[in-house]
């Protein structure tokens, strides 16, 4: 499919972008280019190529789902510049 700068334009309007004269021609050739490349992986032959999750093929170890409080208040609150009673300290935003 080739795509020329009506079809640009139609597509602007459509994606409501504003696309000015001047560039419709070169984003049509854009276009062009990228259809022209999935047109070339199209042509690839992938019937007996098993889907790929992961470029290795290592397990994730797993573990057990328990819902903590994570008992390092401390180390948290070392890291900012104000804390009280177990609290972060901020300034006030909203009278």
Request: charged share 20%; with cysteine.
């Given at each position: 499919m080739?795509?020329?700068?009506t079809?640009?334009?139609?597509i602007?309007?459509l994606?409501?972008?504003?696309?000015?004269?001047e560039r419709?021609?070169?984003?049509?050739?854009e276009?062009?280019g990228?259809?022209?490349w999935?047109?070339?992986?199209d042509?690839?032959k992938?019937d007996h190529?098993?889907?790929?999750?992961?470029v290795t093929?290592h397990?994730?170890?797993?573990?057990d789902d328990?819902?903590?409080?994570g008992n390092?208040?401390d180390?948290?609150?070392?890291?900012?510049?104000e804390?009280?009673?177990?609290?972060?300290?901020?300034p006030?935003v909203?009278?």
């Open positions: 080739a795509v020329d700068k079809i640009v334009a139609k602007a309007r994606a409501r972008i504003n696309v000015p004269d419709l021609e070169p984003l049509a050739a276009l062009n990228i259809l022209n999935i047109a070339e992986l042509e690839l992938t190529v098993a889907p790929l999750a992961s093929d397990a994730l170890p797993m573990r328990v819902v903590t409080d390092c208040l180390d948290i609150l070392s890291n900012v510049p804390s009280a009673s177990g609290f972060f300290v901020v006030k909203v009278e």
